[in-house]
């Protein structure tokens, strides 16, 4: 299960449980307040019986005089026990005072919040197993439609291999014929373009691999800014970099860096300047083209503020990123430009 499903799997379940779990809370809150008023109308009848029949194991009795604030065969509470008046067949001036103390009280209160507890865990535990069956068969069209669109992707990526080899034979041969030339570079660095497109398609759609290995970091930039120089002739790309080994992953971080590289070229403006530096352990690409109005937003699937593209490539970025363990900033304004930067610290050898 990728994580977007798995994310949705979860936001589901969480629903489903909360929701359940708020009714059976006031469920077993009413029936806890029942119960206690069930244990309070035993006890008034304990009373009764003591009053009656005299068997008044662990009540207290006494006399007390008859008044209008002493009505009969009623509950009263105070902060340490129960008592209640009842009639003395005999005498007209007196009632019998029966008293139930609280320290009697309050472990049948704890006996029944221990039921009512454990009630509350088992069917809580019966909500979590149908909550997770609900999120479970809610997020199914979903994976179904995921699995559609991914397996359309994976066969148009698959059909792309085809005409873009043959373009690349033809355009060798083309180049034997006439020898180098500027517009057959620039076919073949847009063929090259066409393949970081596809290339952006399979992590997306697989993932990243795993394998790592050491290099030059500085050769790796320079090697992809000469690339990036073709294509964006009036962007001029300044380096200031010393010698860095890397120990990641080096196709993924050449993934970050040509869509970084390219966003800078792509959205510059006219005889704009992008700066690749290293500030201690941070790689900053600076440029000063159109700038972005939401840079929050920028990372997330199929965002995008210009005509141009399909939106994923920053996405693929920071997922990227966060695989290879590099935390990533982005600071942006309209018009000024846009900084990303790169802290290589985990992954400096």
């Not at 993924?252 to 510059?268: E, F, P, V």
């Not at 600076?286 to 141009?308: A, C, H, L, M, W």
């Amino acid at each position: 299960m990728k994580t977007y499903e798995l994310e949705s799997l979860l936001k589901s379940f969480l629903i489903f449980l909360i929701l359940l779990e708020v009714l059976l809370a006031i469920n077993f809150w009413h029936e806890f307040q029942e119960k206690k008023a069930e244990i309070k109308e035993k006890i008034q009848i304990e009373m009764k019986l003591c009053a009656y029949t005299l068997q008044c194991e662990g009540l207290k009795t006494d006399f007390v005089e008859k008044a209008e604030d002493k009505e009969e065969n009623i509950l009263y509470q105070n902060s340490k026990d129960f008592y209640s008046y009842f009639k003395v067949p005999t005498v007209k001036k007196f009632l019998m005072e029966v008293t139930y103390p609280k320290t009697s009280y309050l472990p049948r209160v704890e006996n029944l919040k221990e039921e009512i507890y454990s009630k509350f865990l088992f069917y809580s535990l019966f909500a979590a197993l149908v909550s997770f069956l609900f999120a479970l068969y809610a997020i199914m069209p979903l994976r179904k439609a995921l699995r559609l669109n991914e397996e359309f992707v994976k066969d148009i990526l698959h059909d792309f291999n085809t005409p873009i080899s043959s373009m690349r034979i033809n355009l060798k041969l083309f180049k034997r014929e006439i020898g180098d030339n500027q517009k057959i570079q620039r076919l073949e660095n847009n063929i090259e373009t066409i393949l970081s497109l596809q290339d952006n398609l399979q992590i997306f759609l697989k993932g990243i691999p795993t394998q790592s290995e050491a290099f030059n970091l500085k050769e790796l930039v320079e090697n992809r800014v000469n690339y990036f120089r073709i294509l964006y002739p009036d962007v001029d790309y300044k380096i200031s970099l010393d010698k860095i080994i890397l120990q990641t992953n080096k196709d993924a971080l050449t993934r970050i860096l040509d869509n970084l590289l390219s966003n800078a070229g792509k959205y510059n403006i006219s005889n704009g300047h992008v700066f690749i530096t290293m500030e201690g352990e941070k790689l900053s690409i600076r440029d000063t083209g159109k700038g972005i109005k939401n840079p929050s937003k920028v990372f997330n699937r199929y965002y995008k503020e210009q005509d141009r593209g399909i939106g994923i490539g920053l996405h693929i970025v920071k997922k990227l990123c966060d695989e290879l363990h590099i935390p990533l900033k982005i600071k942006s304004k309209e018009t000024k430009g846009t900084t990303i930067i790169l802290n290589l610290t985990k992954i400096i050898e």
